[in-house]
């Protein structure tokens, strides 16, 4: 399976993007990891394909929304009010089990950048 991100770019403290991942084939667990510098990669948020249930961290709880098109096979992450913290390379995941954990993944993008600036 491949997954190609989309989205990304700079964009100033309060501002919005929305990123989208094309998947090449169905999964049923998509995810969205982040690493800044220096840091290790950390799941952010997940869902789950046919209950759509959702998986977030408590640092995107409440400003970041996952949500998938299985009809063409792309999970998209609206992130808003975005801060200077969420400035990290974004990879998206593909996996059959779910959760933020990158063990239960088997597939990933090759990441794309998102900068906050203030």
């Known amino acids: 399976v491949q997954l190609v991100e989309s989205g990304g770019g700079s964009v100033q403290v309060g501002g919005s993007l929305n990123l989208s991942c094309v998947a090449s084939?169905?999964?049923?667990?998509m995810g969205w990891f982040r690493q800044a510098p220096g840091q290790g990669r950390e799941g952010i948020a997940a869902?789950?394909?046919?209950?759509?249930?959702?998986y977030y961290d408590a640092s995107v709880k409440g400003r970041f929304t996952i949500s998938r098109d299985d009809a063409k096979n792309t999970v998209y992450l609206q992130m808003n009010n975005l801060k200077p913290e969420d400035t990290a390379m974004y990879y998206c995941?593909?996996?059959?089990?779910?959760?933020?954990?990158?063990?239960?993944?088997?597939?990933w993008g090759q990441g794309i950048q998102v900068t906050v600036s203030a």
């Open positions: 084939g169905y999964r049923s667990c």
């Open positions: 869902i789950v394909g046919g209950s759509l249930h959702t």
């Open positions: 995941a593909a996996g059959v089990a779910c959760g933020l954990e990158r063990k239960v993944y088997m597939y």
